[in-house]
């Protein structure tokens, strides 16, 4: 059976531009190796090109496709840099999975041979919880749990639910039994005893439905110096909203570079392909850039294509394309935050070379 699958494309700010075409250039050529079906691929716009033209980071009209559409690309944006009302409104990624109720944050560390890790052999999965936890900005209805009520007072509230953690629990543990069964929680339920203390017991009830797979929990402080010891023996880690942002950067440069880190944004229905790192403002335009990320970003998007539709022909591009990226990282081809010389074009070139070369 022959399906097209139509991805939006949303290029976003600072790097962006340079990255998320590399990603979309790398996917075709995978497509086209593996005999696939071309993709759709559907330009929408967002971030500062977006105000400029729409009058907001966000249009309704990039919303509103991106419900018919099967999945998409989304670059970063630089909206701590937007002209106010902008900056202060939740920003287009938040926004993006707030409405699309995008639960689950998939996000990767996985060391390459031939790119310089902290902690080599790292290759680990931190699940991270995306709708509720610590960023008041997101984790309510309407309007946000952080305000002011005088100057000089600021309030933010945590929320955790049972409903919330028990399906990023199960997230979590069968991710797990597609790898090495185990799962790591990690909370800080010594100090925040009632919300993390929610998150870890949560977890706890539902490891309880995957006999075979080991469970453990950590504090987050205590997590942060076992990953920086041993990132190497850890699997899958479940955690809230804001632990797992922090800890994704962390596990991102124990593996290598922020460069190297994809992700992706689940719900049932939705997939969005993200980079764990932002804009990068400062080497924005200059070629350097490693879109390693973003590529791998679509890679992930193409496997969850694949476990949706029950249609192998994308998981095998999603193969190739991790393939090729650690051929090259292999080969030496690296850019400058790997240690080497190559530009984002060169590098993407050559990740497309080594997508031929394995054909
Ligand atoms: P944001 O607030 O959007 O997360 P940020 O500046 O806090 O932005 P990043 O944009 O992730 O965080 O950048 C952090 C550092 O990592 C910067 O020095 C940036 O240049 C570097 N960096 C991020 N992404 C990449 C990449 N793809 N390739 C090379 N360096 C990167």
Redo the contacts with the bound molecule.
Sequence with gaps: MRHTYHLGVLAGD??GPE?VPAAVEVADAAIVATGADPIDWVPLPLGRLAIDEFGTPLPDVTLKTLAGLDGWLLG?????TYPEPHRSQLNPSGTIRKHFDLFANIRPAKAFPGAPAIVEHTDLVIVRENTQGFYADRNTYTGSGEFMPTPDVAIAHAIITRPAVERIAHAAFQLATRRRNKVTIVHKANVLRLTTGLFRDVCHEIAGQYHQVAVDDYHIDAMTVHLLRRAHEFDVIVTENMFGDILS?LTAGIAG???IAPAINTSADHGMAQ?????????AGQD???????ILSAAMLLDWLAARRGDPRPRRAAELVETAVADTIRAGTT???LGGTAGTRAFTGAVIQAIRARC
């Design positions: 600072g790097i990255i970063p944006h630089d909206s701590a950067d570079s922020p460069g980079a764990v790192h932002g804009s990068a403002p400062d080497i350097i850039a490693n879109p390693a990320a973003m850019t400058p935050d």
